[in-house]
């Protein structure tokens, strides 16, 4: 007889893909609590702070690795989330393009942000 893995590998989203998918999913989740909190941590303890202070803020070595990390699993734990609704709710041509554009416009946000990032700490 055969085990419930073997006969959930053979329908279509059962695979070992989606269960990497969906273990990437939850450790990008659970990097990004930590993240997250640090963010609005951060943002509270500069308040009323100057364009110059937040500036100085992130050239800081720790504020700009945190902030480059957040920026990456933030776009990358967003990709996972919406691949899932357009695998689920999308079909046929309209899904290969969708898939396409969210790849494109994730990878192009997160460029912009390292960019920004790297631009003001250098």
Same mark, same amino acid.
């Given at each position: ?52 202070? /937040?500036?100085? @803020? *992130?050239?800081?070595? =720790?504020?700009?690795? !945190?902030?480059? $990390?957040? +920026? ?17 709710? /999308?079909?046929? @041509? *309209?899904?290969?393009? =969708?898939?396409?554009? !969210?790849?494109? $416009?994730? +990878? ?15």
């Amino acid at each position: 007889m055969s085990s419930l893995r073997e006969l959930l590998s053979v329908l279509p989203g059962f695979g070992r893909e989606a269960v990497a998918h969906w273990w990437m999913q939850r450790l990008t989740a659970a990097a990004l609590l930590p993240l997250s909190v640090w963010f609005v941590f951060s943002i509270a303890m500069l308040g009323d702070a100057s364009h110059e202070a /937040v500036v100085s @803020w *992130l050239k800081t070595p =720790s504020a700009t690795v !945190l902030m480059g $990390v957040f +920026i990456v699993m933030t776009f990358y734990h967003t990709k996972l989330g919406i691949q899932v609704i357009i695998e689920d709710y /999308v079909g046929g @041509w *309209l899904q290969a393009a =969708s898939m396409v554009l !969210l790849n494109v $416009v994730c +990878i192009l946000f997160a460029v912009a942000g390292i960019l920004a990032l790297l631009k003001i700490a250098l």
